[in-house]
């Protein structure tokens, strides 16, 4: 004779909060189970994953104009409810569930508006690629966050689940960002030496939206 065993599935919604450069480590265990007459079972799967920018939706470790490339996209993919009356639309939101692109709906509100939009605004500029730094092997390319984690665990994560790991846009950024040629994103407040929209060193005045390009009307 067989006894039964009963079986269930959790499914869990896991929120990351930390800073940009930081590292979570998923294998430390992030949900725990006790029943009674039973050992306490704890997760202790799971890859060791580097937290890059809100605004970073194409996980190049840089908020730029491929991002905003991303959410245009996105957008334009995006379909009225209205336009559509036999889709789904289980939030009531207005908006067709399966046209929504939520791997570039930057705020995770559930469509792709002016306020994801305003998230890469709030990043825009910013990189966790740094400037080659010089070890014992010779000079060694580096990130915020190199100091927790390293480019192998970052490479050789092996499978999460069917999906191999692809790691190759983050390590494209970083070899462009490490080049004596490389110019940063234009009006970045943190950015040193860039060149303005009014065609000087300063960032903070007379952005591209200005008429410092316009010549006067001639009668």
């Given at each position: 004779?067989q006894?039964?065993q009963?079986t269930?599935?959790?499914?869990?919604?896991?929120?990351?909060?930390g800073?940009?450069g930081n590292?979570?480590d998923?294998?430390q265990?992030?949900?725990?189970?006790?029943a009674?007459?039973?050992d306490?079972?704890?997760?202790?799967?799971?890859?060791?994953?580097?937290?890059t920018?809100q605004?970073?939706?194409n996980?190049d470790?840089?908020v730029?104009?491929k991002d905003l490339a991303?959410?245009n996209?996105g957008?334009?993919?995006q379909?009225q409810?209205?336009e559509d009356?036999?889709?789904?639309?289980?939030?009531?939101?207005g908006?067709?569930?399966?046209?929504?692109?939520?791997?570039?709906?930057?705020?995770f509100?559930?469509?792709?508006?002016?306020e994801?939009?305003?998230?890469?605004d709030?990043?825009?500029?910013?990189s966790l690629?740094?400037?080659p730094?010089n070890?014992?092997?010779?000079?060694?390319?580096?990130?915020?966050?190199?100091?927790q984690?390293?480019w192998d665990?970052?490479?050789s994560q092996?499978?999460?689940g069917?999906a191999?790991?692809?790691?190759?846009?983050?390590?494209?950024?970083?070899?462009?960002e490490a080049?004596?040629?490389?110019?940063?994103?234009?009006?970045n407040?943190?950015?040193?030496g860039?060149?303005g929209?009014d065609?000087n060193?300063?960032?903070s005045?007379?952005d591209?939206?200005?008429?410092?390009?316009?010549?006067?009307?001639?009668?």
């Amino acid at each position: 004779m067989q006894t039964g065993q009963e079986t269930a599935q959790l499914v869990a919604d896991i929120e990351i909060t930390g800073a940009a450069g930081n590292v979570v480590d998923l294998s430390q265990g992030i949900v725990s189970l006790k029943a009674d007459g039973s050992d306490l079972f704890s997760n202790q799967k799971g890859s060791k994953n580097l937290i890059t920018y809100q605004g970073d939706l194409n996980y190049d470790g840089r908020v730029s104009m491929k991002d905003l490339a991303y959410l245009n996209a996105g957008a334009a993919r995006q379909q009225q409810a209205s336009e559509d009356p036999d889709a789904v639309d289980a939030n009531g939101d207005g908006f067709v569930d399966a046209s929504v692109a939520r791997g570039v709906d930057a705020n995770f509100d559930g469509q792709i508006s002016m306020e994801d939009l305003a998230v890469l605004d709030a990043d825009w500029g910013q990189s966790l690629h740094q400037q080659p730094i010089n070890g014992a092997n010779g000079t060694q390319s580096s990130f915020t966050g190199s100091d927790q984690i390293s480019w192998d665990e970052l490479d050789s994560q092996g499978l999460t689940g069917d999906a191999a790991w692809d790691n190759q846009a983050f390590k494209d950024q970083n070899a462009l960002e490490a080049a004596n040629d490389f110019v940063e994103s234009l009006e970045n407040p943190t950015a040193v030496g860039v060149i303005g929209g009014d065609g000087n060193s300063d960032s903070s005045d007379n952005d591209i939206a200005g008429t410092e390009f316009q010549d006067p009307l001639t009668g």
